[in-house]
């Protein structure tokens, strides 16, 4: 029974090494993307502003696709009202000679932090509710902002 118990501990450990390095992993991965955060699209889209700056008509651009010229309109104005696929959209930079990055960056801070602010609120009523709890009982410790960012990091770590 005691070898279960610690081949568990063991796997439970290796679960959450390996969930710490693959944040670090993928925080390494959106680092080229945090300078992008502040830039925002242009007006009427990306395809109608790289197709005028490069020069292409839409006529070009939908000959490039081989799709009709209304349907080409139509993936510059579904851009513009936030509707196109991202299949649509690649198929677009490829005929744009461009390439499609996508990434989600975290809009406040790292991957870290926002992991934290989500197991922070995730635990915040718990904590309050003992907190609550204990000063029923005249025992409240107090540090609760301590107490919730410590049950963070230990259920962080846990999962």
Not at 75 to 99: M, N, P, W
Request: with cysteine.
């Amino acid at each position: 029974m005691g070898i279960i118990f610690i081949f568990k501990r063991k796997i439970k450990g290796m679960e959450a090494e390996f969930k710490s390095l693959r944040l670090r992993q993928l925080e390494r991965s959106l680092q080229p993307f945090l300078a992008a955060q502040g830039i925002s699209r242009p007006p009427k889209g990306w395809i109608r502003a790289i197709r005028e700056a490069s020069g292409m008509t839409l006529l070009e651009l939908a000959r490039r696709m081989k799709r009709s010229l209304s349907l080409a309109a139509q993936f510059e104005k579904s851009e513009t009202e936030y509707r196109i696929t991202l299949h649509s959209l690649r198929q677009v930079a490829d005929a744009l000679g461009c390439d499609l990055v996508y990434a989600l960056v975290p809009k406040h801070g790292t991957l870290h932090a926002l992991a934290e602010r989500r197991a922070s609120e995730e635990v915040s009523p718990d904590v309050l509710a003992v907190e609550h709890t204990m000063a029923l009982e005249n025992q409240a410790v107090g540090g609760v902002k301590e107490k919730i960012r410590e049950e963070a990091n230990r259920r962080l770590k846990r999962e």
